[in-house]
């Protein structure tokens, strides 16, 4: 057995899978599914196993699983079914999407679930007034064809990232999936949490119909049963504090602790199950080198560099500061530096924000003025480069929110962060 398929991050991880926790949300949904009548509306941060739960609870063959990423009306996102569940179209759908449009998509096969690769589109190249005929016409026709398709079935409609789909379509989107869940079919939609309340923003009408379940990012018990599973099932020994370093870097986040584990076995020079006594032992340049190879699995290197210049600047230069480093730097650049150091940390109150930036200088530091001026300014900034809420400033309570744990990570470990 291979350590690829014991530690699979971005994939279902068959001899990683650690559900105890999440027991109580399985019945949850089961009991809701079984009942009918009802959205499920799955939000937690990033990262969080929000997919993996599902497929484990439902199992994949079950799921028709798209994304909201890419939809521009509602019938983009009923095409993406039925080119997974291989509906024909009737002539109304086909001649409506063949007026100079594009319809289609790429799907693999795993096991025996059939995912999506890519996006079916509606493009339709007329008049204004033709192209809003068409296209309603064309979503009441989809609409139709769904709930004829799936209506009474087993199948469950997965609409992961939700929150993508531009507001000016979930309010119609909505609607109709409020018609199709009338008509027996069944949907799990999944969102980030600051956008979990989309999909009832979109339609008053489904409150009530909307059953909420949510994730947080997971403990550091939990984390720790991914290495204890992954690694005995290798054959490697291991020391608790090794392990306990690699899920404070997780942040959370069950599918960095994947990819810890796994780049921990490369270091270690197993890559598949051994008989060898080897054992994961509590080194730092052991963790450096696990850290420094996980961390080329993201890379959020040009966001960092307008991070780090902070917005253009009107009249007089910024302050710099010097710094027990040994480089001289700017509010932003000291900003970039104390959200990387030890203990990381996903969530910053000013003070204990304000105190590691202070505590890297060794001329007195920044104002507080500036240090929140530049809080606000780099959430701008990283949020517009990414095109999501990556990282938040609450000016109201000043507390500054990583949301990607594996952004967390990139400042921590990447070399464009730490120069």
């Given at each position: 057995?291979?350590?690829?398929?014991?530690?699979?991050?971005?994939?279902?991880?068959?001899?990683?899978?650690?559900?105890?926790?999440?027991?109580?949300?399985?019945?949850?949904?089961?009991?809701?599914?079984?009942?009918?009548?009802?959205?499920?509306?799955?939000?937690?941060?990033?990262?969080?196993?929000?997919?993996?739960?599902?497929?484990?609870?439902?199992?994949?063959?079950?799921?028709?699983?798209?994304?909201?990423?890419?939809?521009?009306?509602?019938?983009?996102?009923?095409?993406?079914?039925?080119?997974?569940?291989?509906?024909?179209?009737?002539?109304?759908?086909?001649?409506?999407?063949?007026?100079?449009?594009?319809?289609?998509?790429?799907?693999?096969?795993?096991?025996?679930?059939?995912?999506?690769?890519?996006?079916?589109?509606?493009?339709?190249?007329?008049?204004?007034?033709?192209?809003?005929t068409l296209s309603a016409s064309l979503s009441s026709d989809c609409l139709?064809?769904?709930?004829?398709?799936?209506?009474?079935?087993?199948?469950?409609?997965?609409?992961?990232?939700?929150?993508?789909?531009?507001?000016?379509?979930?309010?119609?989107?909505?609607?109709?999936?409020?018609?199709?869940?009338?008509?027996?079919?069944?949907?799990?939609?999944?969102?980030?949490?600051?956008?979990?309340?989309?999909?009832?923003?979109?339609?008053?009408?489904?409150?009530?119909?909307?059953?909420?379940?949510?994730?947080?990012?997971?403990?550091?018990?939990?984390?720790?049963?991914?290495?204890?599973?992954?690694?005995?099932?290798?054959?490697?020994?291991?020391?608790?504090?090794?392990?306990?370093?690699?899920?404070?870097?997780?942040?959370?986040?069950?599918?960095?602790?994947?990819?810890?584990?796994?780049?921990?076995?490369?270091?270690?020079?197993?890559r598949e199950k051994t008989v060898q006594e080897i054992e994961l032992l509590?080194?730092?340049?052991?963790?450096?080198?696990?850290?420094?190879?996980?961390?080329?699995?993201?890379?959020?290197?040009?966001?960092?560099?307008?991070?780090?210049?902070?917005?253009?600047?009107?009249?007089?230069?910024?302050?710099?500061?010097?710094?027990?480093?040994?480089?001289?730097?700017?509010?932003?650049?000291?900003?970039?530096?104390?959200?990387?150091?030890?203990?990381?940390?996903?969530?910053?109150?000013?003070?204990?924000?304000?105190?590691?930036?202070?505590?890297?200088?060794?001329?007195?530091?920044?104002?507080?003025?500036?240090?929140?001026?530049?809080?606000?300014?780099?959430?701008?900034?990283?949020?517009?480069?990414?095109?999501?809420?990556?990282?938040?400033?609450?000016?109201?309570?000043?507390?500054?929110?990583?949301?990607?744990?594996?952004?967390?990570?990139?400042?921590?470990?990447?070399?464009?962060?730490?120069?």
């Amino acid at each position: 057995m291979k350590s690829s398929e014991v530690f699979t991050p971005g994939k279902f991880p068959v001899h990683t899978l650690v559900d105890d926790h999440l027991k109580e949300k399985k019945e949850q949904l089961l009991d809701t599914l079984d009942a009918g009548a009802m959205l499920i509306s799955i939000s937690g941060p990033s990262k969080s196993g929000k997919t993996v739960f599902i497929e484990e609870c439902l199992g994949r063959t079950s799921l028709i699983q798209i994304t909201g990423a890419g939809v521009n009306q509602p019938s983009d996102l009923w095409m993406r079914v039925f080119d997974i569940v291989g509906t024909e179209l009737p002539a109304s759908i086909t001649r409506a999407s063949g007026s100079g449009n594009k319809v289609g998509g790429k799907g693999t096969i795993e096991g025996n679930a059939f995912f999506v690769k890519g996006k079916g589109e509606v493009s339709i190249d007329k008049t204004s007034t033709e192209k809003e005929t068409l296209s309603a016409s064309l979503s009441s026709d989809c609409l139709q064809l769904l709930i004829r398709e799936l209506s009474g079935t087993d199948l469950v409609i997965f609409i992961d990232d939700f929150h993508y789909i531009p507001q000016s379509v979930q309010a119609e989107l909505a609607q109709q999936i409020k018609e199709a869940i009338r008509n027996n079919v069944k949907f799990v939609c999944a969102s980030v949490p600051y956008h979990a309340d989309d999909v009832i923003r979109s339609n008053p009408d489904l409150r009530g119909r909307v059953f909420s379940i949510d994730f947080e990012y997971w403990g550091t018990e939990t984390l720790k049963k991914i290495a204890f599973k992954g690694f005995d099932t290798l054959g490697i020994g291991y020391r608790n504090t090794a392990i306990e370093q690699l899920v404070s870097e997780a942040a959370g986040s069950p599918q960095l602790m994947q990819y810890l584990c796994l780049n921990a076995c490369f270091e270690l020079g197993v890559r598949e199950k051994t008989v060898q006594e080897i054992e994961l032992l509590h080194d730092a340049q052991l963790h450096e080198n696990i850290c420094r190879r996980t961390v080329q699995s993201t890379d959020y290197g040009s966001v960092v560099e307008l991070m780090k210049e902070g917005p253009k600047t009107r009249g007089s230069d910024r302050n710099v500061h010097i710094t027990k480093f040994g480089w001289n730097g700017d509010v932003y650049r000291l900003l970039v530096k104390s959200l990387s150091i030890d203990p990381p940390k996903l969530t910053f109150r000013y003070k204990s924000l304000s105190e590691r930036i202070l505590d890297i200088c060794v001329d007195g530091g920044p104002s507080g003025s500036s240090i929140t001026s530049a809080c606000s300014h780099s959430a701008k900034i990283v949020n517009d480069a990414v095109g999501s809420r990556v990282v938040e400033w609450d000016g109201e309570h000043d507390v500054f929110d990583i949301r990607d744990p594996y952004f967390l990570f990139y400042l921590r470990w990447s070399e464009t962060a730490d120069s």
